[in-house]
């Protein structure tokens, strides 16, 4: 029932920008926290950042912090996620992720996920 459908992924140079952007559908949108979690094939799952339901606290990975920013629309049932100077180290496939009620910093603590789009960074 819970949709979560991620867009804006790609291929980009070091030091670039993306933006991504994840369409929430089935869900009561302003009455869910909202996150990004990464994988890249082989490696753990690793939490990126979060945004409580109102939008009054977000959180990051420290890797991201700085660089990256996490916003939501609750209008447009949309969160969004800002990344910018882009590292090698940034690729992987982006998820978005919902949770009921407040928010998690660990991948297990998310129940609902999306597909997830590709995220590149070329040096």
């Known amino acids: 029932q819970v949709r979560l459908v991620e867009s804006g992924g790609g291929l980009v140079q070091a030091g670039g920008s993306l933006r991504l952007s994840c369409a929430a559908s089935?869900?009561?949108?302003?009455?869910?926290?909202m996150g990004w979690i990464r994988q890249t094939p082989g490696k753990e799952r690793e939490f990126v950042a979060a945004?409580?339901?109102?939008?009054?606290?977000?959180y990051y990975q420290e890797s991201v912090k700085g660089r990256f920013t996490v916003s939501r629309d609750n209008a447009k049932n949309t969160v969004y996620l800002q990344m910018d100077s882009l590292k090698p180290e940034d690729t992987a496939v982006y998820y978005c992720?919902?949770?009921?009620?407040?928010?998690?910093?660990?991948?297990?603590?998310?129940?609902?996920w999306g597909q997830g789009t590709q995220v590149t960074v070329s040096s």
């Open positions: 992720v919902a949770r009921w009620g407040g928010t998690a910093t660990g991948p297990s603590g998310w129940p609902y």
């Open positions: 089935g869900l009561t949108f302003s009455s869910y926290a």
């Open positions: 945004i409580s339901w109102s939008g009054a606290n977000t």
